[in-house]
Nanobody, 124 residues
Framework: QVQLVESGGGLVQAGGSLKLSCAAS????????MGWFRQTPGKEREFVAA????????YYADSVKGRFTISRDNAKKMVYLQMNSLKPEDTAVYYC?????????????????WGQGTQVTVSS
């Protein structure tokens, strides 16, 4: 079983950047595909980005493609989300998740472990 803790959220102006971090403990980190999701009040959790177990494959939601970059460091048991050119519509609580299997998925139900979330607010 893996535990996940996100950090790095905050308030930023539109056009700015933030880097989210997710620290994992327990389990075998390198056996999990990892993902980032986000959620705003009253809406379903939304896929943002995912990365394969080795980091060799990544996948992004169209809304963040070209602006966000997901990466991981298996030695440090960390996954990151670099967010550039932020927009007010990126405002949400961002969650880190570990997949039930080793493959990349955009389906939140394929992820069995979740962090507590970190708030990202982008002002216009």
């Amino acid at each position: 079983q893996v535990q996940l803790v996100e950090s790095g959220g905050g308030l930023v102006q539109a056009g700015g950047s933030l880097k989210l971090s997710c620290a994992a403990s327990g389990g075998t980190f390198s056996s999990y595909a990892m993902g980032w999701f986000r959620q705003t009040p009253g809406k379903e959790r939304e896929f943002v980005a995912a990365i394969s177990r080795t980091g060799g494959s990544t996948y992004y939601a169209d809304s963040v493609k070209g602006r966000f970059t997901i990466s991981r460091d298996n030695a440090k048991k960390m996954v990151y989300l670099q967010m550039n050119s932020l927009k007010p519509e990126d405002t949400a609580v961002y969650y880190c998740a570990a997949g039930r299997s080793g493959g990349i998925s955009i389906d939140m139900y394929e992820y069995g472990y979740w962090g507590q979330g970190t708030q990202v607010t982008v002002s216009s």
